[in-house]
């Protein structure tokens, strides 16, 4: 088992900036892609960002790319998701997920073990 927690969320104005952490415990963190999904109120929960064990690869998606940055330090288990530019649309529930089978990118059924979530809220 691989235990995820989130943290670093709370309440910005928008344009500002928030820094989202995953700390890891378990197993071996280093062999697991990550990715950061999140869901607002009332709807589905959509990807975010992803990046391969190694750090090498990282894949976002389309409303998010040039604004969020996803990277992991695997000496401290932790994966990070700095956000900049923030908009009151970006207001979600933001949750941090473990893809332990290794394709790229990985599709969301292969994300086994999954975060509680950090609130992050934009205000306009």
């Known amino acids: 088992q691989l235990q995820l927690v989130e943290s670093g969320g709370g309440l910005v104005q928008a344009g500002g900036s928030l820094r989202l952490s995953c700390a890891a415990s378990?197993?071996?963190?280093?062999?697991?892609?990550m990715g950061w999904f999140r869901q607002a109120p009332g709807k589905e929960r959509e990807f975010v960002a992803a990046?391969?064990?190694?750090?090498?690869?990282?894949y976002y998606a389309d409303s998010v790319k040039g604004r969020f940055t996803i990277s992991r330090d695997n000496a401290k288990n932790t994966v990070y998701l700095q956000m900049n530019s923030l908009k009151p649309e970006d207001t979600a529930v933001y949750y941090c997920a473990a893809d332990p089978y290794g394709s790229w990118p990985p599709p969301l059924y292969e994300y086994d073990y999954w975060g509680q979530g950090t609130q992050v809220t934009v205000s306009s």
């Open positions: 990046i391969s064990w190694s750090g090498g690869s990282t």
């Open positions: 378990g197993r071996t963190f280093s062999s697991y892609g």
